[in-house]
């Protein structure tokens, strides 16, 4: 959870112990214990073997220095610089992303990335390069087209300025050259797996010299770890582009560069994101530079509420994502997968939400383990958003679910039942949780659950706070049976507690402060008895 101590154990999963080497004793003072093959195969082929490495990490003894500062102040450019000097002597490692706006797993691994640590040297992490370009979710920036729109084929920059893509370029360039890497890592993303044959450079580790290749083994280890398909392999590359950073930062300043890539195609953005985390942490690793923030997602100091969304199989799209985003945006959001929550992700954050989509798609996706890790993270006092989808996944009468709360899905046979708006009424209940006063919402429905209470009597105290009053009714539904069934219920679970929207508050204009408001209300400790189930 936010707020409280870090744990200090922790493992290191299904990583190459011989190829990302240990991080050495004297800077993070590690004990190490057993290390042990899995009995599970590593992938068809590979050379290498799986290990679960545990280590006990004690607190340095020198504690590092943060800094952070703005690149482009006052321009359309403008964004901001993360920087962690351990003050032990060891390697200034640069991570920039964020340089072409339509790949947005390299800013935001960057930005996670931003808040480690490091054992010994130092690292610099630039995030967002191109903050128009991001914007705007495009490669080039606005208004520029061909090569004058891509800010990669502008380095070095020019000794005079043409386009505002050389201006950035040297800005980016210069602050590269003020911070003297040892290694710079630029964060990208591919259209296409290149080990399937695709044109892409997507799913590579491309390295602008051939010696370079025991740092870009450490990165591809780390990441085909988890990979089991031969044609989604990371495989390695030689030669990055005229005009792009990493091979002006090779050729002219001597820098062990790569271009990390990820593929777009048929991935979500956290498990693209995951991709780079992994390959960052296997080239520290490599270093020894490690500690334990290789697994944080968020600082444990962090003084912003932190929220969870899923977005793996099971979600509905990365558009989806992006809309609560926008709408939490004085929060830390943060998207992960499946992997990131069997690996107890969410003890790093206060509120976790499942959005629309497929519930069994979530449930499934992210298995028994990763259901068992949900369940006790609200138990342990996190909240819980479930909207649409995210709600069937709460509840009760599902093998595939994580049974949060005492409501059965009902009329299961019509779950097609349509899209549209329809009305809710708000309970005094609701009112006070949503931050309402009117009583008579209309919100946009799209074949959320019907919920009733439990017949089994597990999980009581759920409270309604909106009541359905109109329906829809197609693909041989009842309209008539949505009315009077609840469209927002909410409950405690152990210590924690549980919003469920049926429909999508969302996707309502003028509506998206009640789901920011059932937010904040899980994460406010219980002080009130819940209100039993009444129509």
């Known amino acids: 959870m936010s707020g409280g101590p870090m744990k200090c154990r922790w493992e290191l999963r299904d990583h190459d112990f011989s190829a990302l080497g240990r991080p050495p004793e004297p800077p993070c003072r590690a004990s190490f214990y057993t290390v042990k093959p899995m009995a599970t195969p590593f992938h068809p082929g590979h050379h290498l073997i799986r290990f679960i490495l545990v280590l006990v990490l004690a607190t340095s003894a020198v504690a590092g220095t943060r800094s952070s500062g703005v690149l482009a102040e006052g321009t359309p450019f403008e964004t901001t610089w993360y920087c962690y000097d351990s003050e032990l002597p060891g390697p200034v490692v640069m991570i920039t992303g964020g340089i072409h706006g339509d790949e947005p ?4 691994a960057a930005r996670q990335i931003a808040d480690w640590t490091v054992a010994r040297g130092t690292l610099v992490v630039l995030p967002r390069c191109n903050p128009p370009a991001l914007a705007v979710r495009d490669r080039r920036v606005p208004d520029l087209e061909g090569a004058a729109g891509d800010l990669n084929r502008h380095f070095p920059p020019p000794s005079e300025a043409q386009v505002v893509t050389d201006e950035q370029a040297a800005r980016i360039w210069n602050f590269l050259g003020a911070r003297k890497p040892d290694v710079l890592l630029d964060l990208h993303e591919g259209y296409g797996f290149r080990a399937a044959g695709s044109k892409s450079v997507g799913s590579s580790v491309i390295t602008h010299r051939r010696n370079d290749n025991a740092q870009q083994k ?5 990441v085909n770890i988890e990979i089991d398909d031969d044609q989604r392999v990371f495989v390695p ?8 950073l990493v091979r002006a930062a090779a050729e002219r300043l001597g820098v062990d560069a790569h271009i990390l890539e990820t593929t777009t195609k048929d991935q979500s953005v956290s498990k693209r994101v995951r991709q780079h985390r992994r390959m960052v942490a296997g080239l520290l690793m490599h270093l020894g530079m490690a500690d334990e923030s290789i697994h944080w997602l968020v600082r444990p100091d962090t003084t912003m509420a932190t929220v969870a969304i899923y977005d793996g199989k099971g979600s509905s799209s990365a558009k989806q994502s992006r809309r609560f985003e926008r709408i939490l945006d004085e929060y830390r959001v943060v998207r992960v997968g499946p992997e990131d929550i069997r690996e107890a992700c969410l003890e790093q ?5 499942f959005p629309g989509g497929s519930g069994s798609g979530q449930g499934n996706a992210i298995g028994p383990e990763g259901r068992k890790q949900v369940r006790r993270f609200v138990q342990d006092g996190g909240g819980y958003v479930g909207v649409c989808a995210g709600a069937y996944l709460a509840l009760h009468n599902y093998d595939w679910g994580v049974d949060l709360v005492g409501m059965d899905s009902f009329d299961r046979k019509h779950w097609r039942r349509g899209t549209g708006t329809v009305q809710i009424e708000l309970t005094p209940e609701g009112q006070e949780r949503l931050g309402r006063s009117e009583t008579d919402l209309d919100i946009r429905f799209a074949q959320g659950p019907l919920m009733v209470p439990s017949e089994d009597g597990l999980h009581p105290g759920t409270e309604v706070l909106a009541w359905y009053r109109t329906g829809i009714g197609k693909n041989g539904a009842n309209p008539e049976t949505m009315v009077d069934t609840p469209a927002i219920v909410a409950a405690p679970f ?13 996707q309502t204009k003028g509506l998206e402060d009640i789901l920011v408001n059932a937010l904040d209300w899980t994460i406010v400790e219980q002080t009130e008895p819940a209100v039993p189930v009444t129509p």
Not at 218 to 222: H, T
Not at 494 to 506: A, I, M, Y
């Open 218 to 222: 450490a990165m591809l280890d780390a």
């Open 349 to 353: 954050f206060q509120v976790v939400i």
């Open 494 to 506: 152990g210590d924690g507690r549980v919003v469920l929207f049926s429909p999508h508050p969302e």
């Open 237 to 244: 590359l030689y030669s990055a582009i005229k005009g792009s």
């Open 105 to 108: 797993a390299g800013a935001l």
